[in-house]
């Protein structure tokens, strides 16, 4: 579908962007894209908040305790 279609391109877009070998981002992103449509926007906020840690930790503007830090409040407010 033109949605799933979309989605895939937007998760391999992020998981490029955040440095992930090409390969490795095409499986994630058509892992992601296979999922059920009412679930999809939830995955997608996963997949950009990963996205955006690997972002910062290839940065090193943040240390691990830091970034776990992130990781715990971003999850206390999904779930």
Known sequence: S?????????????CRFAGFP???A????DNLAKLRFEFLSVFELIAQI???VEKIKSSNALDNTQILRVVI?????LF
């Open 2 to 14: 033109a949605s799933k279609s979309s989605t895939l391109k937007r998760v391999l877009f992020c």
């Open 22 to 24: 090409c390969r490795y």
């Open 26 to 29: 095409r499986h994630q992103a």
């Open 50 to 52: 990963l996205c955006a």
């Open 73 to 77: 409040a971003l999850a206390t407010i």
